[in-house]
Structure formats: C-alpha cells, structure tokens
C-alpha cells in the first residue's frame, strides 16, 4: 500500500518532492514537477455549483457495517418531512453503493439535460444520486482504483442538477481514502458545514473511528459529532435493555470526552431498522413509537441544530414513496449517464473497459 511519507513537505511547498523525507515516494517525479501545485479546475467549478445548495453534511465512519448508511438516508428523510426544506442525498461509496437499496430505488436511473445529470427523486424534496443507479445490475462490481473513484466523486459535484437545495448529505464508505479526500477538496471552496462520525460502543470500532476524527482535524473538517449506534437492544416485550456490543473501553461518550467532541446521541438496536432498510421504507415512519426512532429525532431535531431547525417533531406525511413514476419535471428525458467499465471492469486499468447502460425510471433497459 502506498502511503505518504511521514514528513511529507506538502505539493505546495519549495521542497516538494526534493526532501529527505521525498526519497521513495511514488509520487516524488510529480511533486519536483510542480505540477501537484496547480489546483485542479473543477474545485472552481463545483464552488459555483455549491452555491445553490445552503448545508453540506458529510457522514463518515471508521468502521464499516455500522449503520453509516442508514443514518444518512433516515437523517435525509428526516429532513425531507418538511415539504418545504430541500433535500438532496448523495452516495459516494463507490464500490458498496447501498443507498439505492436502502430508499427503494434500486433498478432507476438518472437522465441528462442540458443543466447536467438529473438525480433519483424518491419525494419531490428529496433528491438522491448513486453510482448504483448508473449500473446495469446491483450485483455488479464495480472495480476502480483511485483515480476512476475521484473522476466519478467529480461528476456527482459539478454535473449533478441539484437546483436550490438546503441539505446536501453525502453518504461515505467507511475509512479515510480517496473518496474522503476527494469530497473534502473539492468541496473545500465551498464550505463544508462538517461531519458527522458514526460508531458503535466496542472498542474494535471506536479504534477506527480515532482515526477518522483524526482525518478530519488533519484536512480541517469541522466536527458535528458522534453518533453511537446499535448502542443496546430495548426488548419489544419487556422493554429490558441488553448491550449486544459491550462498551468495553467507555463507548462512544468516554471517547468522546477525552477527544472534546460533541456526542450527539445513542441510537439502540431494532430489528425493524434492517427490516424497513431492505424494503426501501423509512424506519421513521414505519415504526415511530421504537426508541430507536425517538433517538433518532432527538439526535437530528435537538442536536444537529441549526441544520435541522426545520425538522417537525411529529411525521408531516403518512407514507413516502418507494416506487413509481416522477413527480412531474423532476427527471427529464434525455441520454443516461454511463459509467465506464463499471460492470464486470477488468482489475487491469490498461484495457478497455466497457460501459454500462442504465435504465429508464420505472423502465426497462434503454
């Protein structure tokens, strides 16, 4: 694995790639170029597209499977009760896009106009967006190295139509890799209001999730907080609580005070969450009496504030849509995107990859 050496001088400074520290380093030829120090072009562009879009929250993990993507889509649905907030929700797991399955939007696809790629709209406030939607099946692998990943991060931020939005949420694989570095820089211009880090009590995850909020101090992303989740499981029956994952060193608010972060809240186990997840529904509505729900709206309601001012206490709409056709408008007709080699991309990058095609809302294969 490549790694940046430990006393890197950064692209910007003079001695870029002629340190001590530069011996090594597969990217010393570049950094003596100079050319790591010209800014890429699309940070401009993408500045300019963002200023429509009035929040920016990114939801980050160290450790994978702990709930990252549940949060976010139920933290966008939260948002989206209000039919007058705006609500766009992006997945930039490149390689693990759930968010499709999690709306209930798998098999639907985005269309160009001539303002850009127009996102998967599940409400007419809430947009969403996902490599997921530009495969041919979700069962394909998606095999990409870093430079393919950013090229694709790009797209979503400067060739997405987004329109005038109040929250953009961006969904992350877990770690601290390309796809976090890529994100942060190009929204860096932009102002990213900050992170929220999700986790669960044990220790094997709160390891990572150091790690994370170290990333984030390290390329200056503001902190929201940290979100415990799967913290205890509330018996339906006799409402007795058991932790599934003991919080052997403290859990997430002993990690959270020795850091100086803001805990947001804790967020217990419920087997309706999965349940609701593979069904494409939100838990929120499908069951709001769960404790798990009244964490949820306490965490996004009273501590996510000022973003979430306009969260209602009490769900404005019965259902939410999984399937069927677009609001009217909000998916113009015209030719898909494609994601080159996506599907069944060969592990070499020298080949020549084919394309997917993507299919029409509600449609079959174009």
Request: glycine share 10%; aromatic share 4%.
């Amino acid at each position: 694995m490549e790694e940046t050496p430990h006393n890197c001088p950064g692209t910007g400074s003079a001695q870029a790639g002629r340190g001590a520290a530069c011996q090594g380093c597969p990217n010393q030829r570049l950094c003596a170029s100079g050319a790591g120090e010209t800014p890429d072009p699309a940070i401009e562009e993408i500045k300019e597209k963002m200023k429509t879009v009035k929040h920016k929250i990114l939801v980050l993990s160290g450790k994978g499977g702990v709930g990252k993507s549940t949060f976010s889509a139920h933290l966008a649905h939260a948002l989206a009760e209000d039919e007058n907030t705006q609500v766009a929700l992006l997945d930039i797991d490149i390689c693990g896009p759930s968010i499709p399955k999690i709306m209930g939007l798998e098999g639907e696809q985005v269309h160009q106009s001539g303002s850009g790629w127009s996102p998967v709209f599940l409400e007419d406030n809430l947009g969403v967006m996902s490599v997921g939607f530009l495969l041919s099946s979700p069962d394909d692998a998606v095999i990409w190295r870093g430079p393919k990943k950013n090229g694709m991060i790009k797209q979503f931020l400067r060739d997405v139509d987004w329109g005038e939005v109040d929250y953009l949420i961006v969904d992350t694989p877990p770690g601290t890799s390309d796809e976090h570095l890529s994100v942060v820089q190009y929204l860096a211009a932009a102002r990213i209001d900050g992170a929220v880090i999700i986790t669960t009590p044990q220790e094997v995850s709160l390891q990572d999730v150091r790690k994370e909020i170290s990333f984030c101090h390290k390329v200056k992303l503001p902190i929201i907080g940290v979100v415990e989740n799967m913290s205890g499981f509330v018996c339906p029956k006799c409402k007795k609580e058991s932790q599934i994952f003991p919080p052997t060193t403290g859990g997430a608010e002993a990690m959270c005070q020795d850091l100086k972060i803001p805990l947001l809240g804790k967020v217990p186990l419920d087997p309706h969450i999965g349940k609701s997840c593979d069904e494409g529904r939100s838990f929120l509505i499908d069951a709001p009496n769960s404790p798990a729900t009244l964490a949820y709206r306490s965490i996004i309601q009273m501590r996510l504030a000022p973003y979430s001012k306009n969260v209602s206490a009490v769900p404005a709409r019965a259902s939410l849509r999984s399937n069927g056709p677009p609001a009217s408008g909000q998916s113009p007709s015209g030719r898909s995107p494609r994601v080159p080699g996506a599907a069944g991309a060969a592990a070499s990058e020298g080949g020549s990859p084919s394309q997917t095609r993507s299919r029409r809302r509600g449609g079959g294969a174009q």
